[in-house]
């Protein structure tokens, strides 16, 4: 059958409208254009409570994302969780002795590892582990840990 | 009473014999798809009528839903603060939910009945028989490449809805009412996730296309060859598609994003 | 009866023994006897809603006898096979009462529907062909109209020329003359009968227009009520003593047929109170 010369055109401009629709919702809206994986390596670090710790979650050096959590797992022995994180190949000059601690961003939001480098010569490289942890804050530990403080105070 | 039980036994096995009928029509349609493939043109015209003719349609309706989504997000969240996160709620709200299921039941009610009414008369006109005697299956020649345009064109038509609607969020939150600029896309960036909301609206909008092009092609095939029952068939399609397309996307948004 | 029996060899290309087909309760063929000669104009005549649409999708298929043959050129249209059967409508032509043209093609491009759709001709000799078909039917000029642009007649005689395209060995009418002014009714009634002469085709026109179709017709089959009422020549039938056929082929109001629907008797049903 004769194809209008138009009609193909237009049908070819229409497809290529919306896949370029989704080109835009992948790089320009979602997260693929800010996420470089395969080049980063691995590091792991156990902490006694991760809070609302999620997969994927971001890893932070002085507010600046270096990484995203990869995994998180329980070590079933050490009753301990175990948090990988997938740290960009551009930052590789970690000293060895660096901490991480699982903070909260704004009162409500969500949590995320902050690295605070250490002073040590030797560097992290993939499949270290990071020795210095400091667990996420549960809002009602710390709340009855006030009030048991208050009132141990006022009994005195 | 005992007849008030036998309607509902009538309309029990009506709706079984379609759903009967309509299933052995999609093993058909699906049976005529490498035929269509063989015949590209066949596939080009109709992507034509279903896809390029629903454009218009679909971007003008992206353009609003996202500017309109812009204002309310801006309203509601400059309360606490967190207008920059108008991006995000945009995006979200756009990606997951409103690109899919806005553009399936705009493309019901465009395409979808369009289809419906086209084939329905092809078979009130014999047209459909006259093939069959021409020994071309109607379902190869006829259906199936429009069943296939309808399934190709569902996803990139909800794609379009969906990128235009973030850019018309932008031109509210941002050109019109001073979010910051880059706060709207890093915001956005950083929370929207590629296989959890972009992917997972494709997989929508691919299911949703599915189901309505087959509700679309099989009212018109089944239709009562007058001009009542053309008109029935025509409205059956978007009743149906409007109810399945819900349906569904509870479902699926239960399977997507609630096993956590 | 014997003309039948004696002909029937060879030269038959539609036989149909002991045909019997009911839609749900209704009846529509009980025992059906037909015999299609080759090369021959043969019409099935009977009132409005007798099946005699639903017997051409018997033979071309559409349809499945639930009981008895129906045999066209020596194969059992029921028993083929998909592939088959489509290998035989390939020879076969029907006209649709309405002409059935896509309505999305212009008239050339309905012609060139079957050629395109079943052959790898290069497009100059589709050309060519199509214009032929066209040039025989009369309608050359039109063939960039679109459907909806032509008269019932003329749409009728596109279909025609579709129906000729691929050289088939018989075309099946129905109700060719249904709905048609004077004029194009001649046309069609011409065009039939040259069509059957100058291809050599097998012509099964299925009409209740008693006239147009005595005119051309080589044998008249006569069916009511699932049954064949009579058969013959035009001229034998024309001369029957059956009152039925008589009352059909003449239209008179009252006959074996009665004018009146079954009804109490007409002074007791007034009187009634």
Known sequence: ?156 | MLDWIRKLGRGGLRLFGKLGRGGLFLMATLGGIPAVLRRPGLLVAQLWSVGVLSLALITLSGLFVGMVLGLQGYNTLVDFGAEESLGVAVALAVVRELGPVVTALLFAGRAGSAMTAEIGLMKATEQLSGMEMMAVNPIHRVIAPRYLAGILSMPLLAAIFSAVAVYGGFFVGVGLLGVDDGAYWSQMQAKVDLYEDVWNGVIKSLVFGLVVTWIAVFEGYDTVPTSEGVAGATTRTVVHSAFAILTLDFVLTAMMFGDY | MGETAAQAGRDTLVKIRGLEFSRGDRVIFDGVDLDILRGKVTAVMGPSGTGKTTLLRLIGGQLCPDRGSVQVDGLEVSRLRTGELYALRKRMGMLFQSGALLTDLSVFDNVAFPLREHTDLPESMIRDLVLMKLQAVGLRGARDLKPAQLSGGMARRVAMSRAIALDPMMIMYDEPFTGQDPISKGALVKLIRLLNDALGLTSIIVSHDVQETAEISDYIYVISQGRVMGQGAPDEIERTDSGWVKQFMHGLPDGPVPFHYPAPDYRDDLLQT
């Open chain 1, 1 to 156: 059958m004769k194809q209008n010369k138009t009609t193909e055109l237009l049908v070819g401009i229409f497809i290529v409208a919306g896949l370029a629709a989704m080109f835009v919702l992948a790089m320009q809206v979602s997260n693929l254009g800010s996420l470089n994986q395969g080049d980063s390596y691995r590091v792991t670090a156990r902490f006694e409570n991760i809070g609302g710790l999620k997969v994927r979650s971001a890893v932070t050096v002085s507010g600046v994302r270096v990484g995203r959590v990869s995994a998180i797992n329980f070590d079933n022995k050490r009753f301990e969780a175990v948090v990988s994180m997938s740290i960009d190949r551009k930052y590789d000059q970690f000293p060895e002795d660096t901490a991480a601690s699982i903070f909260t961003a704004g009162l409500l939001g969500e949590q995320y590892i902050s690295l605070e480098p250490g002073g040590a010569d030797e560097l992290l490289a993939d499949g270290s582990e990071i020795d210095l942890t400091q667990s996420a804050l549960v809002l009602e530990k710390l709340i009855s840990k006030f009030l048991f403080s208050q009132t141990s105070d006022s009994g005195r």
